[in-house]
């Protein structure tokens, strides 16, 4: 007798622009009124009816795959959905992409489940739908408890196991670390940092001052922590608020500057020298302690950029300062007398806390 083979497939296909819809927050009803608005009826001859039932059946396709997307490995070995793995990466790439606005918000609360029921005043704020939002908070926590104890990388540990980008990731690595720092951003004088802002200066003291800092003796320790040996170190610089180090500082670092800033601004920095070069090694000093590193940010805001806001100085000028201010220190005597490790330290301080002055001082 003869046989006959038969295959049978449900390849699942994914409308790009109803999943968008869907990660926005909008309801079936609502994603069918959008694509309604954008002609599709007439491009096919079709009733809303059957619009709505087609955009209904996407939009249940879409809640049976969040389990997965939640878990993306699980993605891979699901044998539900028959997907394309490059549509896979894809809705797992979308799925945990984010508005900075919304994640801004987030990071100055406790990931708690408190602010998560409270998220409707997020929403309000930003203009991003409450779904959205929840979405959102529910992979910054989700990401967060799955690797804050993970040895090794952020970013390596994030793109194996969320399978994102490098870039996604590394977004998703400084979220991790402020949040596991518990730094203070949601003071009203720090409304003005961006996403952006504190993205940058996650990764640079991820870089610099984390357990995984090529300086660092435990590279292979959670990167979401300072590398306390360093941060211990720091205490040593107490040593350049002193009188007549501060003064001989002074000196160098006015000559040095001569013609190099405004008449107004060099006047300031007469006045201000001491205050604002005691800020620098204060905070560094507090590191150590987890209040004063939590209020890093606002240590930054209060004791550097507003009063060298307030007299007027420019991004250039104050970038200039930073500059010689930092490459005068190490030429100090003081240096001399306590060997190269001070220098080092001070160093891996001053370049990261530069970096971030310079990226958080807006004019």
């Given amino acids: 007798m003869d046989h006959v083979d038969i295959f049978v497939g449900n390849n699942t296909m994914v409308n790009p622009e109803l999943y968008k819809l869907w990660l926005n927050g909008y309801t079936a009803p609502e994603a069918a009124q959008v694509q309604q608005k954008r002609g599709i009826l007439h491009e096919y001859g079709a009733t809303y009816e059957m619009l709505l039932s087609d ?7 879409f809640f049976m795959l969040e389990r997965f997307l939640k878990n993306p490995p699980s993605m891979g070995e699901q044998l539900v959905f028959q997907i394309a793995a490059t549509t896979q990466r894809s809705l797992i790439h979308e799925y945990y992409q984010f ?8 990071l100055s609360k406790k990931l708690s489940s408190r602010f998560r029921n409270a998220l409707d005043d997020v929403s309000d704020r ?9 979405r959102q908070f529910d992979n910054v926590k989700r990401v967060f408890k799955t690797v804050e104890e993970m040895p090794g990388s952020l970013v390596d540990n994030i793109t194996s196991y969320f399978l994102l980008s490098t870039q996604l990731a590394q977004q998703y690595a400084a979220i991790v670390f402020i949040v596991n720092n518990r730094f203070e951003i949601g003071k009203k004088k720090l409304a ?7 993205v940058h200066c996650a990764n640079e003291m991820i870089a610099t001052w984390s357990n995984s800092a090529k300086d660092s003796k435990d590279h292979e320790d959670v990167e979401v ?37 405004t008449p107004v601004a ?3 920095l007469d006045n201000n020298f001491k ?21 890093f940010f606002l240590d930054l805001v209060e004791k550097v950029i507003e009063p060298c806001r307030q007299a007027g100085w420019s991004s250039r000028e104050i970038h200039t300062f930073l500059f010689v201010y930092k490459d005068t220190s190490t030429a ?19 370049n990261t806390t530069v970096s971030c002055l310079m990226k958080i001082y807006h004019t």
Wanted: hydrophobic content about 40%; proline content about 1%; overall charge positive.
């Fill in 99 to 106: 508005d900075a606005t919304v994640i801004r918000e987030i």
């Fill in 332 to 350: 100090l005597e003081v240096f001399s007398r306590h060997g190269p490790a001070l220098r080092m330290v001070w160093d891996r301080y001053m």
């Fill in 126 to 134: 930003t203009r991003v739908s409450l779904r959205s939002c929840r």
């Fill in 192 to 198: 003005y940092l961006t996403f952006g802002d504190l």
């Fill in 55 to 61: 955009t209904l059946d996407h939009f249940r396709t």
């Fill in 266 to 268: 060099m006047a300031d």
């Fill in 275 to 295: 205050s604002l070069s005691k800020a620098l090694v204060n905070i560094a000093c507090g590191l150590n302690h987890s209040k004063e590193l939590r209020d």
């Fill in 225 to 261: 922590d300072l590398n306390r040996d360093f941060l211990h170190d720091l205490r040593d610089v107490k040593v350049l608020a002193d009188k007549e180090i501060l003064d001989e500082h002074k000196f160098i670092v006015m000559r040095r500057l001569q013609g190099k800033l």
